[in-house]
């Protein structure tokens, strides 16, 4: 059974910055694409990140460029996401999702999630 499991968030002031942690259970995490999603609340669930299998590609959201950088390490079947500058915008549940692939898309992210998270709150107080 395929268990994701994240870490990391809490309450932080604007321009602070958190540290988010994913870690997979039961996955043949070589072959996934690993991707962060947020989801503001009242609002949809959106890709904020995501990094090749062998870390060779990172793609983000506009909203989080030159802010938030994406990391994996295969040999702990881990992804990371360190978030800096945060902005209360960046409020929301942060997702952590094993991919098949991630593109760039007119929309955003365009992720095919295989694997959910249960989702780790993320608050940033103005």
């Known amino acids: 059974q395929v268990q994701v499991v994240e870490s990391g968030g809490g309450l932080m002031q604007a321009g602070g910055s958190l540290n988010l942690s994913c870690t997979t259970f039961g996955l043949d995490y070589d072959n996934y694409a690993m991707a962060w999603f947020s989801q503001a609340p009242g609002k949809e669930r959106e890709g904020v990140s995501c990094?090749?299998?062998?870390?060779?590609?990172?793609i983000y959201a506009d909203s989080v460029k030159g802010r938030f950088t994406i990391s994996r390490d295969n040999a702990k079947n881990t992804m990371y996401l360190q978030m800096s500058s945060l902005k209360p915008e960046d409020t929301g549940m942060y997702y952590c999702?094993?991919?098949?692939?991630?593109?760039?898309?007119?929309?955003?992210?365009?992720?095919?999630?295989?694997?959910w998270g249960q989702g780790t709150q993320v608050t940033v107080s103005s």
């Open positions: 990094i090749a299998w062998n870390g060779d590609e990172k």
């Open positions: 999702a094993a991919a098949s692939t991630c593109t760039v898309t007119m929309d955003g992210l365009g992720v095919w999630v295989e694997f």
